[in-house]
Protein backbone atom coordinates (compact mmCIF):
# COMPACT_ATOMS: atom_id res chain seq x y z
CA UNK A 1 0.00 0.00 0.00
CA UNK A 2 1.59 3.54 -1.39
CA UNK A 3 0.99 6.32 1.37
CA UNK A 4 -0.30 9.45 -0.54
CA UNK A 5 1.79 12.42 0.00
CA UNK A 6 -0.28 14.30 2.77
CA UNK A 7 -0.76 11.51 4.55
CA UNK A 8 2.98 11.29 5.05
CA UNK A 9 3.12 15.17 5.99
CA UNK A 10 0.41 14.80 8.58
CA UNK A 11 2.25 12.03 10.39
CA UNK A 12 5.66 13.75 10.18
CA UNK A 13 5.43 15.06 13.44
CA UNK A 14 3.97 12.24 15.13
CA UNK A 15 6.85 9.83 13.56
CA UNK A 16 10.00 12.24 14.31
CA UNK A 17 7.93 12.79 18.10
CA UNK A 18 8.05 8.79 18.35
CA UNK A 19 11.67 8.50 17.04
CA UNK A 20 13.18 10.31 19.46
CA UNK A 21 14.35 9.20 22.77
CA UNK A 22 12.06 10.47 25.48
CA UNK A 23 13.35 13.49 27.94
CA UNK A 24 16.88 12.77 26.67
CA UNK A 25 19.20 14.28 28.56
CA UNK A 26 17.14 15.94 31.34
CA UNK A 27 18.27 15.48 34.99
CA UNK A 28 16.93 16.90 38.13
CA UNK A 29 18.55 18.92 40.15
CA UNK A 30 17.70 21.41 43.22
CA UNK A 31 18.49 24.66 44.62
CA UNK A 32 20.83 25.18 47.56
CA UNK A 33 18.37 27.44 49.61
CA UNK A 34 15.97 25.21 49.77
CA UNK A 35 18.35 22.24 50.78
CA UNK A 36 19.02 25.70 53.40
CA UNK A 37 22.97 25.37 52.24
CA UNK A 38 22.59 29.13 50.54
CA UNK A 39 25.89 30.02 49.60
CA UNK A 40 27.57 27.17 51.73
CA UNK A 41 29.81 24.23 49.71
CA UNK A 42 27.83 21.36 52.19
CA UNK A 43 25.14 21.76 49.47
CA UNK A 44 27.12 20.00 46.73
CA UNK A 45 27.43 16.88 49.16
CA UNK A 46 23.68 17.35 50.73
CA UNK A 47 22.45 17.21 47.00
CA UNK A 48 24.40 14.54 46.04
CA UNK A 49 23.56 12.35 49.57
CA UNK A 50 20.06 12.74 48.15
CA UNK A 51 20.08 11.83 45.00
CA UNK A 52 20.37 15.05 42.80
CA UNK A 53 22.04 14.98 39.70
CA UNK A 54 23.09 18.64 40.16
CA UNK A 55 22.77 21.39 42.45
CA UNK A 56 21.89 25.36 41.82
CA UNK A 57 24.45 27.54 43.61
CA UNK A 58 23.93 31.38 45.09
CA UNK A 59 26.53 33.72 44.41
CA UNK A 60 25.61 35.35 47.25
CA UNK A 61 24.05 38.74 48.42
CA UNK A 62 26.40 40.50 50.68
CA UNK A 63 29.35 41.79 49.02
CA UNK A 64 32.45 40.86 50.14
CA UNK A 65 35.38 43.44 49.52
CA UNK A 66 33.00 45.12 46.59
CA UNK A 67 32.68 41.57 45.09
CA UNK A 68 30.23 38.68 45.23
CA UNK A 69 31.01 36.08 47.98
CA UNK A 70 31.29 33.54 45.04
CA UNK A 71 33.98 35.98 43.53
CA UNK A 72 36.84 34.07 44.97
CA UNK A 73 38.94 31.91 43.22
CA UNK A 74 39.71 29.55 45.92
CA UNK A 75 36.59 28.73 46.32
CA UNK A 76 35.09 28.67 43.30
CA UNK A 77 38.24 25.60 43.09
CA UNK A 78 36.31 24.17 45.91
CA UNK A 79 33.20 23.93 44.82
CA UNK A 80 34.47 22.17 40.76
CA UNK A 81 36.54 19.51 43.62
CA UNK A 82 33.89 18.78 45.83
CA UNK A 83 31.45 18.38 42.47
CA UNK A 84 33.30 15.95 41.00
CA UNK A 85 34.38 14.51 44.03
CA UNK A 86 30.62 13.70 44.73
CA UNK A 87 29.65 13.12 40.96
CA UNK A 88 27.09 15.91 40.43
CA UNK A 89 26.85 18.57 38.56
CA UNK A 90 26.44 22.30 39.37
CA UNK A 91 23.28 22.93 37.50
CA UNK A 92 23.77 26.92 36.97
CA UNK A 93 23.98 29.56 39.50
CA UNK A 94 21.74 32.47 41.00
CA UNK A 95 22.32 36.21 40.93
CA UNK A 96 20.46 36.54 44.56
CA UNK A 97 22.31 39.59 44.93
CA UNK A 98 19.28 41.40 42.60
CA UNK A 99 16.82 40.96 45.51
CA UNK A 100 19.14 43.69 46.91
CA UNK A 101 20.12 46.05 44.15
CA UNK A 102 17.55 45.88 41.27
CA UNK A 103 18.41 45.41 37.90
CA UNK A 104 15.53 47.87 36.60
CA UNK A 105 16.78 50.77 38.71
CA UNK A 106 19.76 50.43 40.62
CA UNK A 107 23.22 50.94 38.69
CA UNK A 108 24.98 47.98 40.88
CA UNK A 109 22.71 45.36 39.86
CA UNK A 110 24.40 46.00 35.72
CA UNK A 111 27.25 45.50 37.54
CA UNK A 112 26.37 42.17 39.58
CA UNK A 113 25.31 40.54 36.63
CA UNK A 114 28.96 41.40 34.79
CA UNK A 115 30.57 39.85 37.77
CA UNK A 116 28.39 36.77 38.03
CA UNK A 117 28.93 36.14 34.06
CA UNK A 118 32.56 35.57 34.86
CA UNK A 119 32.18 33.55 38.25
CA UNK A 120 29.70 31.37 36.27
CA UNK A 121 31.91 30.56 33.92
CA UNK A 122 34.56 30.01 36.62
CA UNK A 123 32.48 27.86 37.87
CA UNK A 124 32.13 25.65 34.51
CA UNK A 125 28.50 26.06 34.38
CA UNK A 126 26.76 27.64 31.73
CA UNK A 127 23.01 29.10 33.26
CA UNK A 128 22.79 32.32 35.60
CA UNK A 129 19.46 32.90 36.86
CA UNK A 130 18.43 36.44 36.85
CA UNK A 131 15.40 37.31 39.32
CA UNK A 132 13.43 40.29 39.42
CA UNK A 133 10.66 39.53 42.41
CA UNK A 134 9.54 42.04 45.01
CA UNK A 135 10.07 45.26 44.47
CA UNK A 136 12.58 44.34 41.96
CA UNK A 137 9.92 42.70 39.81
CA UNK A 138 9.46 43.89 36.11
CA UNK A 139 5.39 43.92 35.74
CA UNK A 140 5.60 47.39 34.28
CA UNK A 141 6.14 47.80 30.32
CA UNK A 142 8.69 50.86 30.52
CA UNK A 143 10.51 48.23 33.76
CA UNK A 144 10.68 45.53 31.36
CA UNK A 145 12.29 47.94 28.32
CA UNK A 146 14.39 49.43 30.99
CA UNK A 147 16.02 45.75 31.90
CA UNK A 148 15.77 44.84 27.76
CA UNK A 149 17.85 47.70 27.06
CA UNK A 150 20.48 46.74 29.66
CA UNK A 151 20.70 42.93 29.32
CA UNK A 152 21.41 44.14 25.20
CA UNK A 153 24.73 45.71 26.47
CA UNK A 154 25.16 42.52 28.62
CA UNK A 155 24.46 40.26 26.17
CA UNK A 156 27.79 39.68 24.40
CA UNK A 157 29.45 39.66 27.16
CA UNK A 158 27.42 36.24 28.38
CA UNK A 159 27.94 35.24 24.67
CA UNK A 160 31.87 35.48 24.80
CA UNK A 161 31.69 33.78 28.36
CA UNK A 162 29.84 31.16 26.89
CA UNK A 163 27.62 31.90 29.76
CA UNK A 164 23.59 32.14 29.51
CA UNK A 165 20.98 34.44 31.31
CA UNK A 166 18.04 33.24 32.18
CA UNK A 167 15.33 35.11 33.54
CA UNK A 168 12.70 33.96 35.98
CA UNK A 169 9.85 36.83 37.10
CA UNK A 170 6.05 37.04 37.30
CA UNK A 171 5.72 37.90 33.45
CA UNK A 172 4.30 36.33 31.03
CA UNK A 173 5.30 34.16 28.42
CA UNK A 174 4.56 36.46 26.00
CA UNK A 175 5.81 39.48 27.86
CA UNK A 176 9.54 37.39 28.31
CA UNK A 177 9.37 36.79 24.78
CA UNK A 178 9.24 40.26 23.97
CA UNK A 179 12.33 41.47 26.23
CA UNK A 180 14.19 38.32 24.59
CA UNK A 181 13.78 39.69 21.33
CA UNK A 182 14.79 43.40 22.05
CA UNK A 183 17.85 41.85 23.43
CA UNK A 184 18.52 39.34 20.47
CA UNK A 185 21.28 37.13 21.90
CA UNK A 186 21.30 33.53 22.43
CA UNK A 187 22.28 34.05 25.69
CA UNK A 188 19.52 35.83 26.95
CA UNK A 189 16.42 33.45 27.74
CA UNK A 190 13.77 32.29 29.84
CA UNK A 191 14.51 30.51 33.61
CA UNK A 192 10.88 29.09 33.74
CA UNK A 193 9.11 28.31 36.91
CA UNK A 194 5.81 26.77 36.72
CA UNK A 195 5.28 27.65 39.89
CA UNK A 196 5.46 31.43 39.65
CA UNK A 197 3.40 31.15 36.16
CA UNK A 198 0.40 29.33 38.19
CA UNK A 199 0.66 31.82 41.32
CA UNK A 200 0.72 35.07 38.65
CA UNK A 201 -2.49 33.25 36.78
CA UNK A 202 -0.60 31.56 33.60
CA UNK A 203 -0.89 28.39 32.24
CA UNK A 204 2.57 26.75 32.84
CA UNK A 205 1.65 23.90 30.15
CA UNK A 206 0.66 26.11 27.36
CA UNK A 207 3.43 28.96 28.31
CA UNK A 208 6.00 25.86 27.88
CA UNK A 209 4.70 25.00 24.52
CA UNK A 210 4.48 28.63 23.36
CA UNK A 211 7.78 29.86 24.45
CA UNK A 212 9.75 25.93 23.41
CA UNK A 213 13.03 24.73 23.50
CA UNK A 214 14.90 27.67 21.99
CA UNK A 215 13.22 30.20 24.88
CA UNK A 216 13.86 28.63 27.76
CA UNK A 217 17.34 27.56 29.21
CA UNK A 218 16.38 26.03 32.79
CA UNK A 219 13.24 25.33 34.61
CA UNK A 220 11.99 25.35 37.68
CA UNK A 221 9.49 22.95 39.51
CA UNK A 222 7.57 23.73 42.68
CA UNK A 223 4.24 23.83 44.08
CA UNK A 224 2.57 25.00 47.46
CA UNK A 225 3.49 21.71 49.81
CA UNK A 226 4.81 18.37 47.89
CA UNK A 227 5.14 17.85 44.02
CA UNK A 228 1.81 16.29 42.89
CA UNK A 229 -0.31 17.35 45.68
CA UNK A 230 -1.07 20.81 44.89
CA UNK A 231 -3.20 22.74 42.02
CA UNK A 232 -0.23 22.10 39.33
CA UNK A 233 -1.05 19.49 36.71
CA UNK A 234 2.64 17.97 36.87
CA UNK A 235 2.19 15.16 34.22
CA UNK A 236 0.76 17.21 31.94
CA UNK A 237 3.80 19.85 32.57
CA UNK A 238 6.31 16.85 32.03
CA UNK A 239 4.48 16.37 28.66
CA UNK A 240 4.80 19.39 27.79
CA UNK A 241 8.73 19.61 28.86
CA UNK A 242 9.33 16.68 26.68
CA UNK A 243 7.05 17.41 23.86
CA UNK A 244 9.39 20.73 23.18
CA UNK A 245 12.27 18.35 23.09
CA UNK A 246 13.55 19.91 26.59
CA UNK A 247 17.06 18.47 27.44
CA UNK A 248 18.57 19.73 30.66
CA UNK A 249 18.35 20.48 34.40
CA UNK A 250 15.11 20.49 36.27
CA UNK A 251 15.20 22.32 39.10
CA UNK A 252 13.45 21.40 42.20
CA UNK A 253 12.56 24.60 44.31
CA UNK A 254 10.54 22.60 46.84
CA UNK A 255 9.84 23.88 50.58
CA UNK A 256 9.45 21.21 53.18
CA UNK A 257 6.20 20.81 54.61
CA UNK A 258 7.64 18.84 57.04
CA UNK A 259 10.40 19.98 58.59
CA UNK A 260 12.76 17.48 57.19
CA UNK A 261 14.60 18.70 54.01
CA UNK A 262 15.94 15.45 53.69
CA UNK A 263 12.64 13.15 53.39
CA UNK A 264 11.16 16.30 51.69
CA UNK A 265 13.22 16.55 49.20
CA UNK A 266 13.44 12.48 48.68
CA UNK A 267 9.83 12.33 48.23
CA UNK A 268 9.82 15.53 45.88
CA UNK A 269 12.90 13.68 44.00
CA UNK A 270 11.25 10.23 43.95
CA UNK A 271 7.99 12.10 42.31
CA UNK A 272 10.10 13.70 39.15
CA UNK A 273 11.30 10.80 38.51
CA UNK A 274 8.36 8.59 38.34
CA UNK A 275 7.06 11.00 36.12
CA UNK A 276 9.96 11.08 34.16
CA UNK A 277 10.01 7.05 34.05
CA UNK A 278 6.12 7.35 32.89
CA UNK A 279 6.96 9.46 29.95
CA UNK A 280 10.04 7.65 28.60
CA UNK A 281 8.32 4.24 28.91
CA UNK A 282 5.36 5.47 27.38
Known amino acids: MQLSRRTLLASAPALLFAARERL ?17 LEAVALASSLGFDAVEVSLGRKPVDGKLPM ?9 IAEAKKHNIALAGTCLDILHVNYLKNDKLGQKWVADGIQVTKALRTRVMLVPFFGKGAITAREEQDYVAGVLKELAPEAEKAGVILGLENTISAEDNARILDRVNSKAV ?26 RICQIHLKDRGYLGEGKIDFPAVMKAIDEIGYS ?5 ETSSPSGSVENDMKRNLAYVRTLI ?5 S
Open 24 to 40: AGVTVGVTDWDLRQTGR
Open 71 to 79: DNAELQAQY
Open 189 to 214: RVYYDVGNSTNNGFDPVKEIRWLGKA
Open 248 to 252: GHLVL
Open 277 to 281: ANIRK
